[in-house]
């Protein structure tokens, strides 16, 4: 005798097949649906029950798991209990079948209820085992997790805009990375990870930015150089296509992706090819200039064509790159990023731990050492040379699920519009 048991879930269809009734619902998290099976001969109240739940309810059904399932749909449930807990009260804004596909600003805008279809449920399961790969892949490496400050009193990195906030009479921001912190840290552990929320008041209405993005961040200490940075960046990305292929197969079935696994090692490209290659692709961009969109995804076809996915471009010109960065010469800098298909995944890299040089690096950048006092201070007793990297989760997720639109893969953006939910 099969055992007895009780099944809660949302209603996503119901469909009657002569003298059978068969609810689709929601039941649980692994991304299928369960078919709630109730034949009228067996319970002829039950069945009448059944047909008339209103799709989109809350129920609850006992009943067992047969020993073979017929149904395509998902796994079957021989129900003689179903108690509707809730039903809705108006219209459902998203078809409960998932039969009519919703514009993405309603399913923005009812994020819960997209989250009862399994193929944006699957993308909520993936972003969670990326968060996971990454800290596993950190731990295993002697990282120690950190979660520093979000709402800062001194030290905007330049750059992005900062979004300002009255703290008790005096003006506070939201920070825009952990950079400042996790550089600090530096002086007293030697190797750190945070995952956690950036803010930028960037007035971007773009399809890979957002006002509020999450970032997998690190800093190293005691490195030899840049390339010891790129080279835990790399195997982390590794580590989490090897991850998901291990941990995610029902989410990466369920979205149609088939994972492949960049080839490596990423190939190098310096800042100074990678101009050659954005330009012999038709790209406008100059030496000297950050990389646009345009270039990025002209560079990305190049390197696709080698058949990289992955790649890294290093030494840039200090002059587009922040003031912690460390200079390489008079002109260059240890800055790289990591692309990924023609989008900019992370930036990192060796950093300036001399006091003295950052101060005038600081200065260099037309910024006041005073307003980063508190940062300078660490420098002074014994910081080590060190370096690190911000990985954007929100790109990344968005690169490896194929989707087009950042707000895709995170639950309640934010951008310049959204503001709620
Ligand atoms: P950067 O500003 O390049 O570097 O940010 C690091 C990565 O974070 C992601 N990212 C964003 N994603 C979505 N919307 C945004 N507005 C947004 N801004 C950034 C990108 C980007 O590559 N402190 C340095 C990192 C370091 O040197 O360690 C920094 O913040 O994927």
Same mark, same amino acid.
């Given at each position: 005798?099969?055992l007895?048991t009780?099944?809660?879930?949302?209603?996503?269809?119901?469909?009657?097949?002569?003298?059978?009734?068969?609810v689709?619902?929601?039941?649980?998290?692994?991304?299928t649906y369960? &078919?709630? &099976?109730?034949?009228?001969?067996?319970?002829?109240?039950?069945?009448?029950?059944?047909?008339e739940?209103?799709?989109?309810?809350?129920?609850?059904?006992?009943?067992?798991? +047969?020993?073979?399932?017929?149904s395509?749909?998902?796994? #079957?449930? !021989? @129900?003689?209990?179903?108690?509707?807990?809730?039903? +809705?009260?108006? /219209?459902?804004?998203?078809?409960?079948?998932?039969?009519? +596909?919703?514009?993405?600003?309603?399913?923005?805008?009812?994020?819960?209820?997209a989250?009862?279809?399994?193929?944006?449920?699957?993308i909520?399961?993936?972003?969670?085992?990326?968060?996971? @790969?990454?800290?596993?892949?950190f731990i295993?490496?002697?990282?120690?997790e /950190? !979660?520093?400050?979000? *709402?800062? =009193?001194?030290?905007?990195?330049?750059?992005?805009?900062?979004?300002?906030?009255?703290?008790?009479?005096?003006?506070?921001?939201?920070?825009?990375?952990?950079?400042?912190? $996790?550089?600090?840290?530096? @002086?007293?552990v030697s190797?750190?990870?945070?995952?956690? +929320?950036?803010?930028?008041?960037?007035?971007?209405s773009?399809?890979?930015?957002?006002?509020?993005?999450?970032?997998?961040d690190?800093? *190293?200490?005691?490195?030899?150089?840049?390339?010891? &940075?790129?080279?835990?960046?790399?195997?982390?990305?590794?580590?989490?296509?090897?991850y998901?292929?291990e941990?995610?197969?029902?989410?990466?079935?369920?979205?149609?992706?088939?994972?492949?696994?960049? %080839?490596?090692?990423?190939?190098?490209?310096?800042?100074? #090819?990678?101009?050659?290659?954005?330009?012999?692709?038709?790209?406008?961009?100059?030496?000297?200039e950050d990389?646009?969109?345009?270039?990025e995804?002209?560079?990305?076809?190049?390197m #696709?064509?080698?058949?990289?996915?992955a790649?890294?471009?290093?030494e840039?010109?200090?002059?587009?790159?922040?003031?912690?960065?460390? %200079?390489?010469?008079?002109?260059?800098?240890?800055a790289?990023?990591l692309?990924?298909? =023609?989008?900019?995944?992370?930036? =990192?890299?060796?950093?300036?731990?001399?006091? !003295?040089?950052?101060?005038?690096?600081?200065?260099?950048?037309?910024?006041?050492?005073?307003?980063?006092?508190?940062y300078?201070?660490?420098? $002074?007793?014994g910081?080590?040379?060190?370096?690190?990297?911000?990985?954007?989760?929100?790109?990344?997720?968005?690169?490896?699920?194929? $989707?087009?639109?950042i707000?895709e893969?995170v639950?309640?953006?934010?951008?310049?519009? %959204?503001? /709620?939910?």
């Amino acid at each position: 005798m099969a055992l007895k048991t009780t099944i809660y879930g949302w209603v996503a269809n119901v469909k009657v097949l002569k003298k059978i009734a068969f609810v689709e619902a929601i039941t649980n998290n692994d991304l299928t649906y369960t &078919v709630i &099976v109730v034949k009228k001969e067996q319970n002829p109240e039950l069945w009448e029950t059944a047909r008339e739940i209103e799709l989109g309810s809350a129920i609850k059904a006992s009943g067992t798991y +047969p020993e073979k399932s017929i149904s395509k749909r998902g796994r #079957e449930f !021989h @129900a003689d209990d179903i108690v509707v807990l809730n039903s +809705p009260i108006d /219209v459902m804004p998203l078809d409960p079948t998932g039969k009519t +596909p919703a514009q993405i600003d309603t399913n923005l805008n009812y994020r819960y209820l997209a989250l009862r279809f399994p193929e944006q449920r699957a993308i909520f399961s993936l972003r969670a085992k990326v968060v996971n @790969a990454c800290r596993e892949f950190f731990i295993k490496n002697g990282f120690l997790e /950190v !979660h520093t400050p979000k *709402i800062c =009193g001194a030290g905007a990195e330049g750059g992005a805009t900062v979004f300002t906030l009255d703290y008790f009479g005096r003006t506070a921001f939201l920070a825009q990375s952990p950079q400042l912190y $996790k550089q600090m840290l530096m @002086a007293g552990v030697s190797r750190v990870y945070e995952i956690g +929320p950036y803010f930028r008041a960037e007035k971007f209405s773009t399809a890979r930015h957002l006002n509020e993005s999450w970032g997998v961040d690190a800093e *190293i200490a005691f490195i030899e150089d840049a390339e010891d &940075v790129m080279n835990v960046l790399e195997k982390l990305i590794l580590y989490v296509f090897d991850y998901l292929q291990e941990n995610a197969s029902k989410e990466l079935e369920t979205l149609g992706v088939s994972l492949k696994k960049p %080839r490596s090692p990423f190939k190098r490209l310096s800042y100074s #090819e990678a101009i050659e290659v954005a330009s012999s692709q038709g790209s406008r961009v100059k030496y000297g200039e950050d990389l646009d969109t345009e270039s990025e995804f002209a560079i990305g076809k190049a390197m #696709e064509e080698e058949g990289y996915d992955a790649y890294f471009i290093y030494e840039y010109p200090w002059e587009i790159k922040p003031f912690y960065i460390m %200079r390489k010469g008079n002109e260059l800098s240890f800055a790289f990023d990591l692309d990924y298909r =023609g989008l900019e995944l992370a930036s =990192g890299g060796q950093r300036e731990h001399r006091y !003295h040089e950052l101060i005038k690096n600081i200065k260099d950048k037309g910024l006041n050492p005073e307003s980063f006092a508190f940062y300078l201070e660490a420098f $002074k007793y014994g910081m080590p040379p060190h370096g690190g990297f911000g990985l954007g989760l929100d790109r990344l997720v968005m690169k490896i699920v194929n $989707k087009k639109n950042i707000r895709e893969v995170v639950l309640f953006p934010r951008d310049r519009q %959204r503001l /709620v939910p």
